[in-house]
Structure formats: C-alpha cells, structure tokens
C-alpha cells in the first residue's frame, strides 16, 4: 500500500491502546511506511516532542515487527530550549546537530536504522555541504538507508543534489511537501509555521528528476467533508469552487468519498500521500482511496480545473 500513516498525535491525543489499534490495522492492511520526526508534538504545552517515536518504539518492540515496516523520521525542527512551542530554538541542520539527533531518535523508535531520515526544515545558517556531508556519514554508517528534505524550495533541492552529485555524497531522494487537490492563492500565507506548500515548480521538478514526494496535510485536517473544519483563507479563490464541485462530481461517479478522491488523485501522480488518522473508520476511509483506479478520462478531468 502507497500511503504512509502520520503519526502526530500518537501517544498524546490517540493513547497507546487506540496508537497500537491504527498500526495494527495499517500493518494489516499492507501499510509499511510510517512518517514521524524527533520532535513530535513539541509545539502542545507540557510535551517534549520525544512522544510520536516513542509510542511507534513501543509498538514495534510489541508486536516485534521492525523488518516489516519502512520507517521515516527527521531531524532539524526539535527545539534546544525545553517548553520552547515555537521553531525560534530549532536544534537545525548542523552536523553535529545531526549526529545528535539520529542517535535519540533510534533509541526512541528502538531500531538502529532509520529507512528514511528528511531535514525537517531548510536550515540557511548551516551549509549545506556540511548538512550533506552529516547525512552521508549516518548512510555509510547504517544509520539511515536514503535521505529527503522537508520544506524545501525547489532551486535549493536542486543545489542540494547537485553539491551532492560533485561530491559523491548521498542525494536527497525524497521531497516533503504541504500538497492536496486544491490550490492555494498564489502568494497565500499559511497560518502553520514551519509549513511550505507545493508549487508548480516543486512538482516539475519531481517529474523531470524522479525524486519521490511525500505529501502532507492531503485531507487538509479533515476540511473536504467536515463542517467543525472550515477549508482555509488560503483556498479562498474562484478555482476552488470548481474543484470542490468537480470532486464531488467524480465521488459520486465512483461510489466513493471526496477524501478517498483526493489522495486517488495523489497516487495517481506517483506520490506519496501522508495520511493523518486518530480513528480506525478515518484510517478504513485511507484504505479504502488504495482500491480506487482513476482512468485517464477521470485522471484529466480532475487535472482540468483550475
Ligand atoms: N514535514 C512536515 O513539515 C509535516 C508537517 C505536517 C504534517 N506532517 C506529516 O503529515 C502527517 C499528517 O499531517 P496532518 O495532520 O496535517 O494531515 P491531515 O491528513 O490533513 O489531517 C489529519 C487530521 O484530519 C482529520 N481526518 C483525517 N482523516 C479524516 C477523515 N477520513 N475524515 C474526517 N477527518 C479526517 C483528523 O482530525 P481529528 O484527529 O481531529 O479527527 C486527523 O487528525 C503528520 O502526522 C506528519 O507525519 C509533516
């Protein structure tokens, strides 16, 4: 199955019971890839950020399952200063920063490798030979199998790659990304901090290059079908009427949910939807989006609106 479950408010707001209910059911369901980070949720008062890997680290050590299932965590946003809920104290992408930050997050996740390790954020102060070179250090030693970055521009996903192409260093080859259906207004500022939206430039990019996206914030916090949820200001254009319309169209044609269409629609561009889940029927809803095949004349039809 080509979705990776988020995992944000495991061992927090979804308790262990419930935490090892949803990963159970994934697992079941033929889910392996999991997305986490080391600091997990640092910005709700009285948490640290250590509880997402913890809580995946005790399940795995439960159910004894480490080899089956694909792990991905990230290193740069945790904050050094304890209680800090803001990115102002952000440990960054420094090398040592680096080499720090693997090691707590295996003892979290109770592995010795990661199969995935993102640069949660682009860190400027840092070079990014050294952020690099950091990196290439933790693939050679097993301590992570591939690497991607999180929240990245384009033009400096490509220097990235290109720095590591001169150097023969390990390439990023994994982008991560706030992508859904709907577009955003150009110029639209997002209230989440840390945050970076897909554009048309990233997702060209990712076609000429055959860098994978893991896309996140798919269902946009449930806003497609819940009332409690209202889509944000940032969707506040003519085109999001037609496409709302028209994926409510194509759920109909398909006996299937407008969540289900939009991470079909995610799929069938090769990428990798992220899904967020602190039910079991909101996870069933995901898997369900893994039956559905959208043919070309669908595929086009929600390509079309703009
Ligand atoms: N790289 C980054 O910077 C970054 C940033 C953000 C997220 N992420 C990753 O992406 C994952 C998902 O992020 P997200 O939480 O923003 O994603 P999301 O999928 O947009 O939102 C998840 C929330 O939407 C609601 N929901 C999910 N499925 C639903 C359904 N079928 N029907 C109705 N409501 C539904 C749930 O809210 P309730 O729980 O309130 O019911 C759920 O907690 C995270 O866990 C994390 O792994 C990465």
Redesign the pocket.
């Known amino acids: 199955m080509d979705i ?1 479950l ?4 495991f061992g927090t ?1 979804v308790d262990e019971k419930d935490t090892f209910a949803i990963l159970d059911r994934f697992a079941e369901a033929g889910g392996r890839m999991l ?3 080391n600091n ?1 949720p640092f910005w709700v008062p009285g948490r640290t950020g250590d509880e997402s890997e913890l809580a995946i680290g005790a399940w795995l050590a439960a159910r004894g399952n480490r080899d089956q299932m694909y792990l991905s965590t ?1 290193v740069g ?1 945790r904050p050094t200063v304890p209680g800090d809920t803001t990115l102002d104290s952000a440990e960054g992408l420094s090398a040592v920063a680096i080499r720090t930050a693997i090691e707590g997050s295996l003892r979290r996740l109770g592995t010795d490798h990661a199969d995935l390790y ?1 640069a ?2 682009d860190d400027r102060s840092v070079p990014l030979e050294e952020t690099l070179g950091a990196f290439d250090e933790l693939v050679k030693a097993g301590k992570t199998r591939a690497i991607g970055a ?2 990245l521009h384009s033009w400096r996903l490509e220097r990235a790659r290109n720095i590591s192409a001169a150097n023969g260093l390990t390439p990023y080859t994994h982008l ?3 992508h ?1 259906y709907l577009r955003p207004r150009p110029n639209a500022v997002i209230p ?1 901090t ?3 939206l897909t554009t048309d430039e990233h997702l060209d990019y990712l076609a000429d290059t055959g860098v994978t996206l893991w896309a ?7 806003a497609y ?2 009332e409690d ?1 209202p889509i944000q200001e940032i969707y506040d254009h003519p085109g999001t009427t037609r496409r709302l319309e028209t994926l409510r169209q194509v759920a109909r044609e398909l006996g299937a ?1 407008t ?1 289900q269409v939009v991470l079909a629609w995610l799929l069938a561009d090769g990428h990798v939807p ?6 079991l ?2 996870l069933e ?2 898997i369900g989006a893994t039956r559905i095949k959208l043919d070309d004349e669908l595929k086009s039809r929600l390509d079309g609106v703009s």
């Open positions: 990776a988020g995992t944000i408010p707001t997305d986490t980070a997990y990230k946003a993102w949660h954020i999180s929240n991560q990304l706030r859904t989440e840390g945050h970076t996140y914030n798919t269902l946009m916090f449930g079908t819940r949820r949910t969540n992220i899904v967020g889940v602190s039910s029927a909101q809803e995901a």
